[in-house]
């Protein structure tokens, strides 16, 4: 089963959930700690959700863990089950391999799974899967390369943490500029952080006498990518493409900065749907299994409007 859905949408249908006993059951919560942007945004929405979850449903129990590498959240899920018996995991893994083998664990003890954003490098392990559209993200950040060089142009790219879904996106990326003359120089990990994106632009920037465009593809790379390009005085790099819809660029783009002519979405509140999801099958007769995934769009100076949260922590 595979859900195409706009955003949250789902406090009305857990308000209206029955409640099948109130016998306490426990959800885990494993997320990586607030290492850039748009996982601090995350971070944020994780906890608002646990805390509504918790004040309305006394018969949920959640306990909420981040992590800042892999180990400490291999760590923190086996706490989990060893002293909390969970009945449900919701895990973002901070990367796909080092977290496969302890989520299958979780499975194998009869827990409910869901995964969120980064998928988990041996399929159907999970019962639920949410995250954005990755392949669509990448399609989306593809074709509009594409249409601001239309006569073709010699473009870096930067990946993120290596994970399933850096893969996705890389491929829809590539599907979308085939054949359109854009010659990628470059591709390197980013990480998904501005420190990492700035050294990684540096070095294409000393590399490539000649850069048209820059496929960031992610809004705290984008930052560090901008800042190389200031630092090193070059002028030939047109713009910057990044994603995820990190209101300072939303901004920008809305004020139609050249530098920055649009955006992709990748909402961070997608934890948030994951954790009322999960919440929603405990508690009710609800079928809650199968895909929910979270369409990316174009943000451009026309409809940036509505992208823009000043309010919002990412």
């Not at 827990?111 to 490098?121: E, F, M, N, Q």
């Not at 470059?186 to 496929?215: C, Y």
């Not at 910057?240 to 209101?247: E, F, I, R, S, T």
């Given at each position: 089963?595979?859900?195409?859905?706009?955003?949250?949408?789902?406090?009305?249908?857990?308000?209206?959930?029955?409640?099948?006993?109130?016998?306490?059951k426990?959800?885990?919560?494993?997320?990586?700690?607030?290492?850039?942007?748009?996982?601090?945004?995350?971070?944020?929405f994780?906890q608002?959700?646990?805390?509504?979850?918790?004040?309305?449903?006394?018969?949920?129990?959640?306990?909420?863990?981040?992590?800042?590498?892999?180990?400490?959240?291999?760590?923190?899920?086996?706490?989990?089950?060893?002293?909390?018996?969970?009945?449900?995991?919701?895990?973002l893994?901070?990367?796909?391999?080092?977290?496969?083998?302890?989520?299958?664990?979780?499975?194998?003890?009869?827990?409910?799974?869901?995964?969120?954003?980064?998928?988990?490098?041996?399929?159907?392990?999970?019962?639920?899967?949410?995250?954005?559209?990755n392949?669509?993200?990448?399609?989306?950040?593809?074709?509009?390369?594409?249409?601001?060089?239309?006569?073709?142009?010699?473009?870096?790219?930067?990946?993120?943490?290596?994970?399933?879904?850096?893969?996705?996106?890389?491929?829809?990326?590539?599907?979308?500029?085939?054949?359109?003359?854009?010659?990628?120089?470059?591709?390197?990990?980013?990480?998904w952080?501005?420190?990492?994106?700035?050294?990684?632009?540096?070095?294409?920037?000393?590399?490539?006498?000649?850069?048209?465009?820059?496929?960031?593809?992610?809004?705290?790379?984008?930052?560090?990518?901008?800042?190389?390009?200031?630092?090193?005085?070059?002028?030939?790099?047109?713009?910057?493409?990044?994603?995820?819809?990190?209101?300072?660029?939303?901004?920008?783009?809305?004020?139609?900065?050249?530098?920055?002519?649009?955006?992709v979405?990748?909402?961070?509140?997608?934890?948030?749907?994951?954790?009322?999801?999960?919440?929603?099958?405990?508690?009710?007769?609800a079928?809650?299994?199968?895909?929910?995934?979270?369409?990316?769009?174009?943000?451009?100076?026309?409809?940036?409007?509505?992208?823009?949260?000043p309010?919002?922590p990412?």
């Amino acid at each position: 089963m595979k859900h195409i859905i706009a955003g949250i949408g789902l406090a009305g249908a857990l308000a209206a959930a029955p409640a099948l006993a109130q016998e306490t059951k426990v959800i885990g919560v494993s997320i990586p700690a607030a290492t850039h942007g748009w996982a601090g945004g995350m971070n944020y929405f994780a906890q608002a959700a646990v805390e509504r979850l918790e004040a309305t449903y006394p018969e949920l129990d959640f306990v909420l863990a981040t992590a800042s590498d892999p180990g400490k959240q291999v760590n923190d899920i086996e706490d989990m089950v060893a002293t909390r018996n969970i009945d449900a995991l919701v895990v973002l893994p901070f990367e796909s391999e080092p977290l496969t083998g302890p989520v299958q664990a979780v499975a194998a003890s009869g827990a409910w799974v869901t995964v969120v954003d980064r998928g988990l490098s041996q399929e159907g392990i999970e019962d639920l899967y949410v995250a954005g559209d990755n392949s669509g993200f990448g399609r989306v950040s593809g074709e509009f390369m594409a249409s601001q060089l239309p006569e073709g142009g010699k473009v870096v790219a930067l990946r993120g943490i290596p994970t399933t879904i850096d893969n996705e996106r890389v491929a829809g990326f590539e599907s979308a500029i085939e054949g359109k003359d854009i010659e990628v120089l470059g591709m390197e990990h980013g990480n998904w952080n501005r420190d990492d994106a700035f050294t990684v632009m540096q070095d294409f920037l000393s590399k490539f006498p000649e850069i048209d465009a820059v496929w960031a593809s992610d809004d705290d790379m984008a930052i560090g990518v901008l800042a190389a390009i200031e630092a090193s005085g070059r002028e030939d790099v047109k713009f910057v493409l990044g994603g995820a819809g990190m209101k300072e660029m939303v901004k920008r783009t809305m004020d139609q900065d050249p530098m920055i002519p649009a955006n992709v979405t990748y909402p961070p509140s997608m934890i948030a749907t994951a954790i009322e999801v999960t919440a929603l099958g405990l508690v009710s007769n609800a079928p809650v299994s199968g895909e929910f995934i979270i369409g990316s769009v174009l943000v451009t100076p026309e409809n940036a409007e509505q992208f823009y949260y000043p309010d919002s922590p990412f």
